[in-house]
């Protein structure tokens, strides 16, 4: 250590430090720019020009120049809470507002409480009391939410294996398991092996209650979704009888082979593959997973490819039936308090999203440019010219990026809905509607949808894996009907008592 | 201390600090700056490493206070409120604490039983070989692994071992019989997978340094011996392994600070519900709490305890390794 006597060792430092200075400039952050909006959101693809025509046309539209950062959404949760932890904010961020780095956040100030503000910008005034009420936290609206169908969940089934073994399309949870066992069992493909299963489950990248397979299945029990009131008290949806009675059911399908053995394992990209390769019959998600799959049977047999059909949300055995919907929202675009300062600048940002999301606006994030991209039809969009590059670096920068910047356009309010490609999709997107309200009638609601408990929040890291983990292991046989029970009693031991206190509670204080 | 680490170069460690006592008495005689004028071009060369450890390795530092503070972005380092320890007691008296640091340290030791040893087996072994084509084209071919990422690793392990249609999997299912094995979710299965995929990824690699260890022994050496009498045993036993002893033991130091590093790219892709009990480890934890949930102070707090573990391991392997009449690091 004696190379490094102190006076040498402070020659260097000053040396050093020295150069850092030399190297560093000042570039601070200053507030918003009136003639700017910088924007983050996620992206599903490549990432658009900033110069590109759309991007034209959109800025030319809000009259302001538009800077957006895209962030691939495998990644986006991850590199919001970085951004969460920076001193560069954008203007707007779209963000799941119940995220614990973003409450945090925004119960610091970082992000303006939009509660009450929206109802003078006819654009962005929320259009469902529901949805409205879910994308609050705890009663207050810390962004406009971006709308999505009410209820997406179905079940997308072999129509030709259905057609070969003569089998209708199930109604009730029997009916469904008589499927995925004849799907198993009697050699749908016909290629005198046994090599297919009934439905295909891949590893779940969410917690309990994010619209998983389980939960859906969990929610035709009749399961509460997420909370649910029981003598007068509101618990989580697994502490109820519903929740092992359907649970016990898919067990035994696990262990009957009717669920693809690797359904802990398979990545959830990879979803589709075991559907298209004719392993699997059955797949229960969100509907329009129903159409991807068709493409992609179009994609291999241009000739021959209707092979897909979907079913609603099921009857329980004793002809009840329980619903699982969707928030109607995902993710919110919330306001920078660092960037955007005084109510003036709000204002002015607010008026320019409402410009965003006018009609004209949806228009171009949803549809593109028309007479480009796209022609009208009646009330359909047809995409035209797609063989032209640049037409299509246009409708890439639509479908995989600006699409998300809209709030209201993907249920069709203000934009046009596309003309699907062919009599099979046409058909297939009408029953989305019909399925949809048909089984809004019986949705089962999350009553505290609304609200996080802060303990949730705190110990999330413990909590939020113990029951969805534990639920993986009884369903592939690892653990007892019992020890299943011990980790939802862990749960409450591990602070799941003051969560559902803080629920109970909260609900109501703030209604739901 | 971090600048002392220096000799991770491929050379017997022994000849840098060999050097270094040797102008000692001079250096209270002379001022410090005839000192510095006389060697200036050294000071120079000396100068970028140093910023380099300042910038990257030492300002950093400074946000390890928000271990101690709750940190909130939005308020900044200074502005976040002071409070003590608290995150490390909620560490230490979490639920999670002794889990962690059972499936961290087991890891540890399971690269010190298994991943350790491995380089210097390999790379022994090449010494023998005497043709020399095969010896190269070997020692090419086990580098390949180090250059693939944990993500092709990993996706590798899944498409050889999956339960649907992993082709090794089957094979010993072929073979065993009886039912299927989910090699890839199971929890018994967790670690021997980690383990397995370290050896293949990092064993060749790791052979370099030992290679060149063994490439620098004095032929001579041999020759005597061989005239001594001492067949090929004797040789390897009283010239080949006290030569490379010093650079296993370097290496030993060195490689004990990370030992809580347990590779977190490839736990995180190897984690599933099934085995996450297992699979759990601080580098994990820290990921999940700071990055996916935004606890910053909680998550820096764990990474600093983790960080304290690994210089105490340190400095214990190094007065170990004097202790046991070896050369040590510093």
């Known amino acids: ?512 | 201390m971090a600048t002392d680490l220096v000799p991770e170069v491929d050379r017997p460690a022994a000849k840098v600090s060999r050097r270094a006592p040797a102008p000692k008495r001079r250096r209270r005689t002379r001022p410090l700056w005839q000192d510095v004028l006389r060697y200036r071009w050294l000071y120079l060369l000396l100068l970028p490493g140093l910023v380099y450890f300042l910038v990257f390795k030492y300002l950093p530092m400074y946000g390890l206070t928000i271990a101690f503070k709750d940190y909130v972005p939005f308020l900044g380092y200074s502005g976040s409120e002071w409070v003590g320890l608290k995150h490390f007691e909620e560490l230490f008296t979490g639920p999670d604490f002794g889990r962690l640091m059972g499936n961290t340290m087991l890891l540890a030791l399971l690269t010190i039983v298994f991943i350790f040893p491995a380089p210097v087996v390999v790379a022994l072994l090449l010494n023998e070989l005497r043709v020399n084509v095969v010896k190269r084209s070997v020692q090419s071919l086990i580098y390949i692994p180090h250059f693939l990422s944990w993500t092709i690793v990993a996706s590798l392990t899944y498409l050889l071992f999956s339960v649907d249609f992993g082709v090794i999997a089957n094979w010993i299912h072929g073979l065993v019989g009886g039912q299927k094995t989910d090699y890839v979710a199971q929890a018994d299965w967790f670690r021997p997978l980690i383990v397995a995929q370290l050896l293949w990824k990092q064993t060749g690699w790791g052979t370099i340094i030992y290679l060149a260890a063994l490439a620098g022994v004095d032929s001579q050496l041999y020759e005597a011996a061989r005239v001594d009498g001492a067949g090929r045993w004797r040789q390897f036993w009283h010239i080949t392994l006290p030569s490379i002893a010093p650079t296993v033991v370097i290496m030993a130091i060195l490689t004990s600070g990370n030992l809580l590093d347990s590779g977190f790219e490839q736990i995180w892709l190897m984690t599933t519900s099934l085995n996450r009990d297992v699979a759990d480890v601080f580098d994990t934890f820290v990921y999940s709490i700071g990055i996916t949930q935004g606890a910053f102070s909680y998550a820096t707090a764990v990474g600093l305890f983790k960080g304290l573990v690994g210089v105490v391991l340190i400095f214990g392997s190094n007065f170990l390794a004097k202790r046991l009449g070896q050369r040590g690091l510093f």
């Open chain 1, 1 to 512: 250590m004696t190379i490094f006597s102190p006076r040498r060792l402070a020659l260097a430092t000053s040396l050093a430090l020295l150069a850092v200075a030399g190297c560093s400039g000042g570039d601070d952050t200053k507030g918003q720019a009136a003639d700017e909006l910088t924007v983050m959101a996620p992206l599903f693809g490549t990432a658009p020009d900033p110069g590109g025509e759309l991007q034209q046309a959109v800025e030319k539209l809000i009259g302001k120049k538009l800077k957006v950062t895209w962030v691939p959404n495998a990644e986006y949760g991850d590199k919001s809470n970085v951004t969460l932890a920076s001193d560069k904010l954008p203007d707007v961020m779209v963000v799941g507002e119940k995220g614990s780095s973003f409450v945090k956040a925004a119960e610091a100030g970082a992000f303006w409480d939009l509660t009450g503000k929206l109802d003078k910008y006819p654009n962005l005034k929320p259009a469902n009391e529901q949805t409205a009420k879910n994308s609050m936290t705890n009663g207050k609206t810390y962004g406009i939410y971006r709308v999505r169908p009410l209820l997406r969940s179905g079940i997308v089934i072999r129509k030709d294996w259905l057609a070969k073994l003569g089998l209708k399309e199930p109604q009730t949870v029997d009916e469904l398991r008589a499927v995925a066992k004849a799907f198993t069992e009697q050699d749908p493909d016909g290629n005198g092996k046994k090599d297919t299963y009934g439905l295909i489950i891949p590893k779940w990248p969410g917690g309990y209650g994010s619209a998983s397979p389980y939960d859906v299945i969990e929610t035709w029990f009749g399961t509460p979704n997420g909370w649910g009131e029981r003598d007068g008290k509101l618990v989580p949806g697994f502490d109820t009888p519903e929740f092992l009675t359907a649970n016990r059911w898919l067990r035994e399908w696990v262990s009957e082979g009717l669920v693809n053995p690797d359904f802990a394992t398979l990545d959830s990209g990879n979803w589709n593959n075991p559907f298209v390769q004719g392993k699997g019959g059955m797949i229960i998600d969100v509907n329009v997973r129903a159409t991807q799959l068709l493409d992609l049977f179009k994609e291999k047999n241009p000739k021959d490819f209707d092979k897909v059909t979907l079913v609603g949300n099921l009857k329980r055995s004793d002809g009840e039936k329980f619903s699982y919907p969707f928030t109607g929202y995902n993710m919110v675009m919330a306001v920078s308090k660092q960037r955007v300062r005084t109510e003036e600048q709000l204002d002015q940002v607010l008026q320019t999203l409402d410009k965003l999301q006018s009609k004209e606006g949806s228009v171009l994030l949803t549809n593109g440019i028309e007479g480009r991209n796209f022609t009208v039809d009646g009330q359909l969009a047809v995409p035209v010219n797609q063989d032209d590059p640049k037409i299509k670096a246009i409708q890439n920068d639509v479908d995989k990026a600006f699409i998300q910047l809209g709030t209201r356009a993907s249920v069709g309010l203000g934009a046009y809905k596309l003309r699907p490609a062919d009599e099979a999709s046409r058909k297939m997107r009408d029953k989305f509607d019909v399925l949809m309200n048909e089984d809004l009638k019986t949705a089962v609601f999350n009553p505290a949808q609304g609200v996080l408990a802060p303990t949730a929040t705190a110990k999330s890291q413990t909590l939020d894996t113990i029951v969805p983990d534990a639920r993986m292991k009884y369903l592939s046989g690892a653990i007892t009907e019992d020890q299943l029970k011990a980790q939802i009693k862990r749960w409450y031991d591990a602070g799941g008592t003051q969560v559902a206190q803080e629920v109970n509670d909260l609900v109501a204080k703030v209604g739901g």
